[in-house]
């Protein structure tokens, strides 16, 4: 090979690294790394922000949501007895939505606690466990149904054998949107009218295009990684959990990757005043990280 070609190709590697370092750096400060807050859980999941900021999440063995407070950093008990939540999202009237898998529904949960099951099924059969959702700008909400199994349930049987993608209208009728390997973390964006979803034990993630209530464009593949939970930041670059977090811009161009000190890291959102602290949830732990930027809506 000429010497001038093979410069030619050190010289795109500089420019392409030199790209990805600076888009690092307008995400997070230089030598910023996680911070641990608490580590007194069992299995962390399905973090979300409410108006204020503060993110509540679940402890699913334990059957629990706690909340982040980011005004004095400290974690404290929301709810016991949450019908096993896993994926959480907040309505627009600050309104904790669950899917609570113990009895494969979706719940609505207000500040003050009190419990209104929005979905217990489809088409008569219970669902598998519902585990992480969306809710859209017609008040409809997208969630995911694989199956895993929990040692707590009792006289459960397989009453639906696919593992599909769903949509809830604000009326309470559900539909089938598609059927994945193992479908998982969830998120979309209002302002982008996109909706990513995760085919887990497939590999892979996806991009939808939101055409209107409850409709959606055929997917198309975003990256070749699956992911427990997602979140996306004003740039439309999209945060994939597992093996610590790791970041994609836009394109599916893998651009960065966050290291978390424990085996499995199972989801992350924004949160914080100015919605610019990434909060992760992973296994026992819960660790917050501020960013240059802000979550998207």
């Not at 859209?136 to 459960?156: A, C, S, V």
Request: charged share 30%; hydrophobic share 30%.
């Amino acid at each position: 090979m000429k010497k001038e070609k093979v410069l030619g190709i050190v010289g795109l590697i500089l420019v392409l690294f030199s790209c990805q370092s600076t888009k690092y750096k307008n995400m997070f400060e230089e030598n910023t790394e996680p911070k641990l807050i608490s580590d007194q859980f069992s299995f962390t999941e399905g973090p979300s922000a409410d108006t204020s900021g503060n993110v509540y999440f679940t402890d699913q063995p334990n059957d629990k949501i706690y909340f982040w407070d980011w005004k004095t950093n400290k974690i404290e008990l929301f709810l016991d007895k949450t019908g096993r939540a896993n994926g959480t999202f907040f309505d627009e009237n600050d309104n904790l939505i669950t899917c609570s898998d113990n009895e494969g529904e979706i719940w609505k949960i207000s500040k003050d606690k009190s419990v209104e099951i929005l979905s217990k099924g489809f088409e008569g059969k219970r669902l598998n466990g519902p585990n992480d959702l969306w809710l859209d700008d017609f008040g409809g909400i997208y969630f995911t149904d694989p199956l895993y199994e929990r040692d707590y349930w009792e006289n459960f049987k397989v009453e639906i054998p696919e593992k599909n993608l769903y949509y809830r209208n604000k009326n309470g009728a559900i539909s089938k949107i598609e059927t994945f390997v193992q479908p998982n973390g969830i998120i979309g964006s209002k302002k982008l009218k996109k909706l990513y979803v995760s085919d887990i034990d497939g590999g892979k993630t996806y991009v939808y295009d939101i055409l209107g209530e409850g409709q959606l464009s055929e997917k198309k593949l975003f990256c070749e990684m699956g992911s427990d939970g997602m979140t996306l930041d004003q740039e439309g670059n999209l945060y994939i959990t597992g093996d610590g977090v790791t970041v994609f811009n836009n394109k599916g161009e893998k651009i960065h990757h966050i290291k978390i000190p424990e085996d499995w890291t199972g989801n992350v959102t924004f949160g914080g005043e100015k919605n610019n602290i990434l909060f992760i949830t992973a296994s026992k732990s819960v660790y917050t990280l501020p960013t240059k930027t802000r979550g998207l809506h």
